[in-house]
């Protein structure tokens, strides 16, 4: 298969806007410098060609972007199909982000938002190859991280967001206390 290396600058580059999309839609693979946008031309080619699902699979270790990889693969997908939904679906399929990431994100020695999860996002097309729906899915939640954690990380967000809300009035019932105040969280 095609493999593609991406490293995290940690810093914006000007190489995922609208004209870079173009630049690489209906190219072949090769013709152009390795680029997300490649690979994603490449899957929806062969898509389209031989009307057959298609699998990117993104993968790396924390803090690499494989998130932001996704995020860029789907806008691409949105643009290139011109989608009724293109105003930015990839937004859209990643709403529930926040969410997803409180109760399976976690501080961890390399990164502050380390995901401990893997995610399947499918997007479904229609006959025309237009965008019509996605799902996310999450699997291999680190379920240890609940009853231990190595010195200097911390369990999941979500914990750590409760404590701080206990004041609030809908939270108080839970008589919950500072994070600080607990030796596990």
Not at 13 to 41: K, R, T
Not at 54 to 66: D, F, L, M, T, Y
Request: hydrophobic content about 35%.
């Amino acid at each position: 298969g095609i493999i593609l290396v991406a490293i995290n600058p940690y810093k914006q580059l000007p190489i995922y806007g609208d004209a870079i999309i173009h630049a690489y839609s209906g190219q072949n693979m090769g013709d152009m410098d390795p680029h997300i946008f490649a690979v994603a031309e490449e899957a929806y080619k062969q898509m389209a060609r031989n009307n057959k699902n298609q699998s990117i699979i993104v993968s790396g270790e924390s803090g690499a972007g494989k998130t932001v990889s996704a995020r860029y693969t789907m806008r691409y997908f949105a643009t290139v199909s011109k989608s009724s939904s293109n105003a930015h679906v990839e937004n859209k399929v990643l709403a529930s982000n926040p969410i997803t990431e409180a109760v399976g994100n976690a501080k961890t020695t390399r990164n502050d938002n380390s995901s401990r999860f893997g995610k399947y996002t499918e997007i479904s097309f229609d006959q025309s190859y237009q965008i019509i729906g996605a799902n996310m899915r999450t699997y291999l939640l680190e379920k240890s991280r609940v009853v231990f954690q190595v010195e200097n990380e911390r369990n999941y967000h979500i914990f750590y967001q409760l404590c701080a809300s206990a004041m609030q009035p809908e939270y108080k019932h839970l008589k919950l206390g500072r994070s600080q105040e607990y030796n596990l969280l």
